[in-house]
């Protein structure tokens, strides 16, 4: 559902941390390092993804990967693009 609304690259979409999402603006940060044109990258996230990313992340350490190889639950190891 994330890549689906974000339109973000699967690279880009693994790389993912918690500390990328700002839900009170609604936003993703994605940053060069991990983008594929090398800039900072700012995509809008919906009101229904805010709300469900919102259930997602609660109570969660800033530092871990938004989808994990946790069963692409929130975790400290990256999810592989493959």
Known sequence: MTRYYTFVRRKEFCSIKVKHLN???????IPE??????KNQVVMVPDDLAKALRKH???????HYLFSLRNCKLGPQELSPK
């Open 33 to 38: 390092e991990y983008s594929k044109n090398r």
């Open 23 to 29: 839900l009170d603006l609604h936003t993703l940060f």
């Open 57 to 63: 992340t609660k109570g969660v350490v800033a530092g």
